[in-house]
């Protein structure tokens, strides 16, 4: 297993593996906006590859004031083989390298995932709820 970043090469492979995580949404992962994503942040999406087939991914938005981590995801074949342990040790290692001191993670609730990050020292804080708001239509 090799983790690298994304380029345009690996989205066919990217697409394939968020659907089969239930993770694509069409709006956000079209390849036009994964592009424009990497182009700002070449770093923010790293890949990992088996055989030149991904088969986990991470994205992250670096932000001075506050850093996030989106959308780990393993394919379920490749899952409890430390994949998602790896990405997100680089996705980590990446923004404390660029001064990052506290990184947020957006997790669904009742995710099987949270005691994951639990583990990992991600703790919970605040009462919120994710929402979004489409600004151009189409």
Known sequence: MELVYY??????GLKELLEKTGLFVDYL???EIINRKTEQDPESIIIAKENNRVIGSIFFVYDPWMSSIFRLCVHPEYREKG???????KSEENLRDRGVETVGIYVE???ESIDFYS???YKHFGDYDAMEKKLISG
């Open 7 to 12: 380029s345009d090469d690996d989205y066919q």
């Open 29 to 31: 992962d079209k390849r």
């Open 83 to 89: 994949i998602g342990t790896a990405l997100m040790d």
């Open 109 to 111: 609730k009742d995710n």
């Open 119 to 121: 583990r990992r020292g």
